[in-house]
C-alpha cells in the first residue's frame, strides 16, 4: 500500500484507524496540515486529494491508497510562494495563521470547482454552464473554513485577486 | 478508536460476503471515522465501498440511478440532476460543507446519523441510541434542535441529512443487497421512528448494502428551503422539499417533505392529502399545513418549530405555485 504525498511515494500505515491528518503529521512530519477540531468542523486539516479538497482528520489515511494527496508544503514554499500565499499576506489574510494552510488549499480546490462549474448554495441558476466569480459565492464555498481571528474579509480578498478572472465588487480587491 | 480490520471490498458481492457480523460498512467516512473515534461505534471490522457504484445513469423510464458510492458534489453537480431535480442539487448544497461534500457517499448520505448532543456525550449523557434502556437526558435538557413530529418518550432526535428529504419528496427508492439478494424499498420507508428502540435506524439488515438511489420521473416545478441558525455550514432547523403540477389552478400532484423536524425525513402526507386535487392558493397552503402540524408535539425548547415548519411550507408551496422565476 502506498500514497503520493506532495510527489513522493509513502508508505501507508498498518494501522487502519490512523487517520490521514495524524500519517501526515505524525508519520510524514508535515506539520503544515493542522488539526483543529479533529472531528470536521473548522476545515483546518484541508488537504487536496487528487486536486479535490477533503477533510483529512475525517479521512482514515488507507482510504487513499493509490491516491495523490497535496498539502500546503506541496502548494509553496517560504522561498517560492504560492501566488495565493503571497496574496494572503498583501491582503492581511492571517493574523495567528494557524487555519491558513487549511484555507489556502480550500480555495485552490474552490477554485477548480469553480472552474468545473460546480453549482453552490447560492448559485442562482444551476444550468448556467459557468459559475459567477462573486464575493457571495467564495464567502458561500469557503464557509467549511474557519478562522477565529476573524481575518476572512482579508481572505476573500486574496482569494479574489488570485483567482478572479475580474474584479470583484464589494471587496478591496475591486478598489 | 478500538481496533478494528479494514478491507476493501472488490464489487458489491464482495462487500457482502465480507461484511459478516460486527462490520460496517465505510463510505466517505465523514460521519462513521468521528462517531468511532468518540467510540459510539466500535466496529471491530470496516468494509470500505467507497468505491464503488459511482456515477449517475438514465433508466428506462426516464429516471435516474445513482450509484450508491456516487459524491455528494458529483450528484449536485451533474447536468441530468440540474435540470430535472434541481430540488436534490439544492439540498445538497444546502449541506455541510464543500470538502465533506467532496467526501460524502449517497448512501453513507442517508446512513449517517443524529448530531443530537447528547447522543455524542458519550462520557456525561444518558442515551437510548447508544444503551437501550438507559434513559435519555435530551427530554429534559436542551433540546432545541429536537423533534416534533413522531418522537417517543425514549428518543427526540432528528436525522440531520438534507439530501434524504428531498430524495422523499422525489419518491427516490433505495436498491440494497445482501448474501441472499437484491431488494427496493421507497426511501420514505428506509427510516424508522424510534419508538422503543431508537438504536434501530433504519429497516436494513445486517450487512445489507445499499447499492444505489433510484429517482422516478421529476414533477414540474420543485424547490428545497432550509431554514438554520446560520446561514451556511449548519444542520437544518426546518427544512420543506416540495414538488408540484398544476393545471388549469388546480394542484394535480404533489410532494412535500419536511426535514429537522422527526428521526426520519418527514415525508407530509397529510398536507398533500388536502393540497392534491384542490385549487391553488393561500387558504388551501395554510389547511395543509395545519394538517401536518396538529399532530407536532413541542418539548420545552423546540416550540418555535412548529410555527417555522407550518410557514415554511406555505412559503414554499407559494414559491413553487407563483410566477415562474
Avoid at chain 2, 274 to 297: I, K, M, N, W, Y
Amino acid at each position: 500500500m502506498s500514497i503520493l504525498v506532495n510527489g513522493a511515494p509513502a508508505e501507508l500505515p498498518f494501522d487502519p484507524r490512523v487517520s490521514l491528518l495524524d500519517f501526515l503529521r505524525d508519520r510524514l512530519h508535515l506539520h503544515g496540515t493542522k488539526k483543529g477540531c479533529d472531528q470536521g468542523a473548522c476545515g483546518a486539516c484541508t488537504v487536496l486529494a487528487d486536486g479535490e479538497r477533503i477533510l483529512s482528520c475525517l479521512a482514515l489515511a488507507v482510504q487513499y491508497d493509490g491516491r495523490s494527496i497535496v498539502t500546503i508544503e506541496g502548494v509553496g514554499s517560504a522561498t517560492d510562494l504560492h501566488s495565493l500565499q503571497q496574496a494572503f499576506i498583501e491582503h492581511d489574510g492571517f493574523q495567528c495563521g494557524y487555519c491558513t494552510p487549511g484555507q489556502i488549499c480550500s480555495a485552490i480546490g474552490m477554485a477548480d470547482e469553480l472552474q468545473r462549474g460546480v453549482p453552490s448554495h447560492v448559485t442562482d441558476d444551476l444550468d448556467a454552464p459557468t459559475m459567477p466569480f462573486s464575493a457571495e459565492e467564495v464567502r458561500e464555498r469557503m464557509s467549511g473554513n474557519l478562522c477565529r481571528c476573524g481575518a476572512h474579509n482579508g481572505i476573500i480578498d486574496a482569494i479574489a485577486a488570485t483567482f478572479a478572472p475580474s474584479p470583484m465588487p464589494e471587496t478591496e480587491a475591486a478598489q | 478508536m478500538t481496533p478494528l480490520r479494514y478491507a476493501r471490498a472488490a464489487d458489491a458481492s464482495d462487500a457482502v460476503l465480507q461484511a459478516g457480523t460486527g462490520a460496517r460498512y465505510l463510505g466517505g467516512g465523514t460521519n462513521l471515522v468521528d462517531l468511532m473515534r468518540e467510540t459510539i461505534e466500535r466496529p471491530e471490522a470496516l468494509v470500505d465501498v467507497s468505491g464503488l457504484a459511482v456515477g449517475i445513469e438514465e433508466t428506462a423510464n426516464a429516471g435516474l440511478m445513482i450509484g450508491a458510492g456516487t459524491r455528494n458534489t458529483a450528484i449536485a453537480a451533474h447536468p441530468l440532476v440540474r435540470q430535472r431535480y434541481p430540488i436534490l442539487s439544492r439540498a445538497i448544497l444546502a449541506g455541510a460543507s464543500a470538502q465533506i461534500r467532496n467526501m460524502a457517499t449517497a448512501g453513507g448520505n442517508l446512513l449517517q446519523r443524529t448530531r443530537c448532543a447528547y447522543f455524542y456525550d458519550e462520557s456525561g449523557s444518558r442515551c437510548n441510541k447508544r444503551h437501550v434502556g438507559q434513559g435519555c437526558d435530551a427530554l429534559e435538557g436542551f433540546n432545541r434542535n429536537h423533534a416534533i413530529l413522531g418522537a417517543s418518550d425514549a428518543c427526540i432526535a432528528v436525522h440531520p441529512s438534507d439530501m434524504a428529504v428531498a430524495l422523499a419528496s422525489l419518491d427516490a427508492v433505495v436498491h440494497t443487497r445482501t448474501s441472499k439478494g437484491e431488494r427496493q424499498i421507497p426511501l420514505a420507508d428506509l427510516h424508522r421512528l424510534p419508538g422503543d428502540r431508537p438504536d434501530i435506524e433504519t429497516v436494513l439488515d445486517q450487512g445489507e448494502l445499499i447499492t444505489a438511489i433510484e429517482l422516478p420521473p421529476a414533477l414540474r416545478r420543485s424547490t428545497y428551503r432550509k431554514v438554520r441558525d446560520r446561514s451556511s455550514y449548519a444542520f437544518a432547523l426546518v427544512s420543506v422539499a416540495g414538488a408540484i403540477t398544476v393545471e388549469d389552478g388546480h394542484i394535480r400532484d404533489v410532494r412535500l417533505a419536511l426535514g429537522g423536524v422527526a428521526h426520519r425525513p418527514w415525508r407530509a402526507r397529510r398536507a398533500e392529502d388536502v393540497l392534491r386535487g384542490g385549487p391553488v392558493g393561500q387558504v388551501a397552503f395554510a389547511t395543509a399545513a395545519d394538517a401536518e402540524l396538529s399532530q407536532a408535539r413541542a418539548l420545552r425548547h423546540n416550540g418555535f418549530k412548529i410555527e417555522l415548519a407550518r410557514r415554511t411550507l406555505v412559503a414554499v408551496l407559494e414559491e413553487l405555485t407563483g410566477d415562474p422565476a
